[in-house]
């Protein structure tokens, strides 16, 4: 077996629409997505992108989001994933009237990588990283407003208490499946 027919899933079992990788700040969402979109040769958009400038300064400052500030940066997650081209997206989509919202605008399937773990766990992954905004004291408010999207329709979730490379082939796997 070639390290290509390894890292890229049969194009009959490759998930056919967009997406989301989903999770708190910390499970790995962009690391995950990234490696997904080389895997299926589709466009990433990291979420966090998309946050207007003053989200990322109250999340700067250790201020939780409002509904209301998600709100406008959830409607340009969506304004991409109606493109007619599947994509792969990092966003938290963290309640079940933002991920219905994103269902609503993308026009053709849309599927949601739930990466979930211990508390522990990810904020020991938050300490380590560097360069985000998001710090480790807003882990617990996010959550305090996850609803578990396990058993909701197209949604797979995947432990990241695990290796990388582990994580991505149980995502992979997962969307094959769907």
């Known amino acids: 077996m ?16 967009s997406i989301v990788v989903m999770g708190v700040s910390g499970s790995g969402k962009s690391s995950v997505g990234e490696a997904i979109a080389e ?9 966090d992108a998309l946050h207007p400038s ?5 999340m700067s400052e250790g201020i939780p989001l409002t509904d209301d500030d998600r709100w406008p940066w959830l409607a ?26 994103l269902r609503e ?17 990810l904020a ?3 300490r380590h990283r560097t ?4 710090p480790t004291s807003l882990l617990q408010t996010q959550l305090a407003t996850l609803e578990d999207p396990t058993g909701e329709v197209k949604t797979i979730a995947v432990d990241v ?17 769907l």
């Open 161 to 177: 208490a695990q290796p990388l490379a582990e994580i991505v082939r149980q995502a992979l796997a997962g969307l094959a499946r």
């Open 124 to 126: 020991e992954r938050m």
């Open 131 to 134: 360069g985000h905004f998001m």
């Open 54 to 58: 003053e989200n990322i300064r109250k």
């Open 105 to 121: 605008s993308a026009p053709n399937e849309l599927a949601f990588v739930f990466l979930c773990g211990s508390e522990a766990v």
């Open 76 to 101: 340009a997650i969506g304004e991409k994933l109606a493109s007619r081209e599947p994509i792969i997206v990092s966003c938290s989509a963290l309640k079940r009237s933002y991920r219905d919202k």
């Open 39 to 47: 895997a299926y040769g589709r466009p990433f958009l990291e979420g």
């Open 2 to 17: 070639s390290v290509e027919s390894k890292s890229q899933p049969n194009a009959a079992r490759r998930f056919p629409g």
